[in-house]
């Protein structure tokens, strides 16, 4: 597929009284057109920087960065009628009607007025939100401002549409409803979607691919299931009627091949090991053939937030809560 955002070596110093501060140093990748790529990282980590250059929001202090195949430095205008942007604030006026926002915005796209009303109408069916256009702004609830958010960026029918943290502050069902229609829109579309979020299962479930940025760096880029099997294995959790039968156990996870990380805390054994849903019921066999009885056990499959863990040192979860 043809390349949709090529990045180059893209560098991004900033001055401070302490001295520069690099918070972009030499990301390259290549993103082709319709594929949906969840771009995360800990807060300060330089996404929102990136995210910024390749939308012409800043300029790179070196590098270069190619949109739809339009230079982001050279060809800013030509970019950002590529693009469509829906950044973590609102985007509406309060006191603004919705209508009157996405008329607006069709305006500064340079759409005629006719092809403005009639694309506004579009997306107001698409989105749900038709019967709300005389409504302001500030009466909508917090899924129905961010679906407008989305209508403002889609006005011009871009390419390439940024989402920065598009579902932060809503309601799981809000979440859920505003992603089946972004969903729908990419189905009917084919568009490009360049996606930071802090939601790692909208990272997994909505995601073909998944890059992790830290210390200015990608240092992780692959699709959610290749990273995750880059872990090595399941943790599994067994738990017994008594610690002595926990630490009978713990002896034949040794064994097992492959298995790490085995512990025992009082009356429950956890380690770590490939196929464990699998290995899982071969293990309690083994237990009860050596007169061990397992009272409970739960597999646990490696989760976006455990690479994230094991890539950063940090939990990505606990960043969003900060």
Not at 11 to 21: D, E, I, L
Not at 100 to 108: K, N, R, S, T, W
Not at 170 to 194: K, V
Request: hydrophobic fraction near 40%; charge should be neutral.
């Amino acid at each position: 597929m043809p390349t949709a955002i090529q990045a180059r070596e893209l560098t991004r110093t900033f001055k401070t009284k302490a001295g520069p501060v690099e918070a972009v140093r030499g990301v390259s990748f290549d993103i082709r057109e319709g594929e949906l790529v969840a771009f995360l990282g800990p807060n300060g980590a330089g996404k929102s920087t990136a995210t910024r250059m390749l939308t012409t929001l800043l300029p790179p202090s070196s590098g270069a960065a190619r949109i739809a195949g339009f230079d982001v430095q050279r060809e800013p205008d030509a970019v950002r009628k590529k693009i469509g942007y829906v950044g973590q604030g609102t985007g509406s006026g309060p006191y603004h009607r919705v209508l009157d926002e996405l008329l607006v915005q069709g305006a500064a796209q340079r759409m005629e007025g006719r092809a403005a009303r009639q694309r506004a109408g579009e997306l107001l069916g698409m989105l749900e939100l038709d019967g709300l256009e005389k409504r302001d702004c500030s009466s909508l609830s917090g899924g129905q401002k961010r679906r407008l958010d989305v209508a403002l960026g889609l006005m011009h029918t871009p390419q390439i549409l940024f989402l920065d943290e598009p579902t932060t502050g809503l309601d799981p069902h809000s979440r859920a409803n505003l992603w089946e229609h972004i969903t729908r829109l990419r189905r009917q579309s084919g568009m490009t979607i360049f996606l930071t979020t802090h939601y790692l299962d909208e990272a997994d479930s909505m995601a073909e691919r998944v890059m992790i940025m830290d210390g200015g760096k990608v240092i992780a880029d692959d699709t959610p299931e290749k990273l995750k099997a880059n872990l090595g294995g399941d943790t599994l959790d067994l738990r017994f009627g008594a610690p002595a039968e926990a630490q009978s156990a713990a002896a034949l996870a040794g064994n097992v091949p492959g298995a790490r990380d085995v512990a025992v805390a009082d009356n429950t054994l956890r380690f770590v090991a490939a196929g464990g849903e699998a290995l899982l019921p071969r293990f309690i066999r083994e237990a009860a053939a050596a007169g061990i009885d397992v009272a409970a056990a739960n597999v646990h499959r490696p989760t976006l937030d455990n690479v994230f863990l094991s890539l950063t040192g940090r939990s990505l979860r606990e960043q969003a809560a900060a």
